[in-house]
């Protein structure tokens, strides 16, 4: 699995806007479905909290696709 690093300015991105800011999903409908059917992964385990704080180190994932946040 590659894993891409997204930098973020903030403290934290909430989990649904990751993963639209790190194109997995093109829409925050489609986050919000993904996420509630537990097929998104934080930390290699699985979250139903679309409203998660997602910080600096923590690494998303979802089918082939990892997302490591990086605080800039």
């Known amino acids: 699995m590659k894993t ?3 930098e973020i300015d903030t ?3 909430k989990l649904d806007n990751l993963l639209k800011f790190g194109g997995i999903v093109p829409t925050g409908g489609q986050a919000k479905f993904l996420v ?3 097929e998104i992964m934080v930390n290699g385990e699985i979250c139903t909290m ?3 704080k997602i910080h600096g180190g923590d690494i998303v994932s979802y089918q ?4 490591e946040v990086v605080n800039k």
């Open 4 to 6: 891409e690093k997204i």
């Open 50 to 52: 679309r409203g998660k």
């Open 36 to 38: 509630q059917n537990g």
């Open 64 to 67: 082939d696709k990892a997302l």
């Open 11 to 13: 403290d934290f991105i």
